[in-house]
Structures are given as structure tokens and as C-alpha cells.
């Protein structure tokens, strides 16, 4: 038992997240009209509709549904041909490696930037061989990319960008939709993100002739009764999914502006604190997408370890995420590759030590924010 007399522990765990959920009367009714059309899945109602408010949201002009995020970037890089290397982040979920992987392509990891933690733009060059064929980068915590230099970078050498923007859902640059930048974007709708459909995910891009493409590829190629034209796979959202998504749609701003609150109280406990550092919601330029809270622990100035805290928090029964430890690189399936050198990544593999996020959803009520905090800020005085 925590020895702090002070603090005591949460009667019930406090997760990192939890689903937003419309009220179910929402939901019944969406199955009466399921029910009603006997239309389960391949582009129903509730996926046509769905599609069309979801261009409209992310401000993107074309748009696929998928079943989940992962089989959407795999459908990402086969249809925008991808061989060979792409350069990539070893700070990230490992599903985005892993789809390259599962493509064929090698993963060449790219050391991240010390501030924003994605992909160091200005690095990727040093990388590129005459095997590079993309970059896909991740908009980690949904902070956007230096899309700008990746573009560059990717023009002169004539390499697909494809965003991995999992954690975007929602997240603008002066007004632009991220999902518009570089080829191809991808969303997860997983039932931890801001946005959901409990299991789901989109590609979105500028190039419309891609979405024929994109939706053969997502139903087995199959392009009519007798035509098979390519090997697809099956990444269809089916019409329970969409139509959650429908529901939870309708209430993600009111949930982003709770999250706000929340963060603005995990702000005013974190801020100026030595050793502490948290991601930013309020980027100048950026509408954050307010998916995580993700506080960094530098163990020299704070007086303990990132692992410390993690295991004080699980005393008083919070469950925080070391969101992204260990690094993609030092996978078992990825150690082997030249690319994965500790030496060569120095910055990711100081920030994944860093890391912990910590409960973040509208719900949290504020008095359980600021316990939460001060678990944290007494942390290094806890044995
Ligand atoms: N790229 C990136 C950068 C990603 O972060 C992800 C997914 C992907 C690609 C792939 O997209 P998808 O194929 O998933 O669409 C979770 C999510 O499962 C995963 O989607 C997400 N990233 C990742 C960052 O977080 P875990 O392994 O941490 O999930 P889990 O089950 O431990 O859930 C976290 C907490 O959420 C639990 O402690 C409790 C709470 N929870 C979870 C679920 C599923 C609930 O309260 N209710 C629930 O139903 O990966």
C-alpha cells in the first residue's frame, strides 16, 4: 500500500482512456433502420452516408472506409505501389511498420525530432537509396508533421508520402485538413480514438482516380460478377460500424472541448514543474485533435524515472501507457536492421523513456485530474 497518507487510491481503475459512447437510444434506433434495410455490409446506407460526412469534417476531398486502421495503410502502400525501403519512425504503435512488413517493404527507421517527436524531416535525405520508393510518417499525439520539408524531400527524390495520422482524427493546419497533405492519409476509428466506430479506419487523398483503386483493393479486387482485375483484400467497414460512427460524430466537438478542460487542469499542475514537459493542444496554427495527454519525464530534473511514476500511478490504481516504448526498432523482427542501430536513433530512444500517457477522455472528472497530478508531482518522494 502507498505510504503517502495523503493520497489514496482510486476505488476504481482509471484507464488511459475510454470509448466516447452516443446514448443508446441513438444507437437502437440506428439498428431499427439497419434491421429495416437488412443491408449488413459492401456500401450500405450507413456507409455511404458516413463517407460523405466524413469528407466533409476532415475537409478532405476523397475519402475510403475501412475495417480497421491497419488493413487501410496496407491498402495505402499497395496502391500507391510501394517496393523496396520506405523510411519510416521507430517511435510509433507497431502496426506502422509492420504494414510495410506485410508488404514486403523494408522499414528504414528515421530518428524522430526532440520536440514534436515525429520523424526528423531533415534526416530522411541521409536515408534514401535507390530502393527508397516512400516515406510514412506518423503525426504522433496528432501533432502535425514538417510536412512541408517531407514534401520537399519526397519531390526531389520523386518518393509517396503516405501519413499514418491515426491519432489526427479532427486536426487542421491553418484551416486545412491534415488528411490532405502528402498522397494518402490514414485514420484509425479504433475504439480508443477520439473518433470511433469501435473498430474502423480511413484513407483519405487528393488524387481522385485513386479511390477506384483504393476500393477494389479494400473488396478482394473484385470489379464485377465475373471480373477479379487485382488481388485485394477484404477491408470493408460493414453498416454496424458506420453506423456507430454516424452517432459518435454527432458528439465529438462537445467531447474536444471537455478534453480541453482537462487538459488546461493538467496543464496548470505540469507547467513549470522541472523535468517535466507535456504535448501541446494549443500549436500555433494547429486545431488540435485532442487525443492524448502525454506527459515527458526527464529522470535527471524531476528526481525519478519515467518507470517510476508509471508504477506509483498503478499503486493508486491509475493505468497510464508508456505510448511508444519499447521503439519499433527494438522489435525482435526489426533489431536486425541496419537502420535500427541504437546509435543511429539516439533522440527516439531518449524520448521513448520519457513518455507516459496519462488518463485523458472527457468523462475525467477534474478533482480525479488534479489527484492524478499530484500522484505525479510527488512521484519522487514515494518509495
Ligand atoms: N498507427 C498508429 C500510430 C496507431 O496508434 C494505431 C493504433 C494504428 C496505426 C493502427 O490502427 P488500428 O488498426 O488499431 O485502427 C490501442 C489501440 O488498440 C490502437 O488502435 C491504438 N493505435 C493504440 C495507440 O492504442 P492498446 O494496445 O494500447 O489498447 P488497449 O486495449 O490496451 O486499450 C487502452 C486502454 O483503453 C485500456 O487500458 C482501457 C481502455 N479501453 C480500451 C478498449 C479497447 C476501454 O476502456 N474500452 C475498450 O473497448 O492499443
Redesign the pocket.
Known sequence: MPKNKELVPFPAPL?????LLPDISLMQAKFQEIWDSRWLTNNGPQHELLENKLVEFLKVPHLSLFN????A?IVACQSLRLTGEVITTPF??P??PHVLNWNGIKPIFCDIDPQTMNIDASRIESLITPQTTGILA?H?FGSPCDTVKIQDVADRYGLRVIY?A??AFGVEIDGRGIGTFGDIS?F??????LFHTA???ALTYNIKELKARIDLLKNFGIKNEEEVIMPGINGKMNEIQAALGLAVLGIIDEERNKRKTVYDCYRKYFNGIKGLTFISHELPGVKSGMQYFVLRINKEEFGCSRDHVYEILKRYNV?P?K?FYPLCSDYPCYRSLPSSLPSSLQVAQKVASEVLALPFYGELALEDVVRISEIVIKSPNIS
Request: aromatic share 12%; no cysteine; charged share 15%.
Open positions: 484507464y488511459v482512456t475510454r470509448p480497421n486502421g491497419t488493413i495503410l510509433t504503435f502496426a506502422t506518423v504522433v499514418d491515426a491519432h490514414m484509425s476509428f479504433h475504439a480508443t480514438k473498430e474502423g479506419g493505468i501507457r505510448y
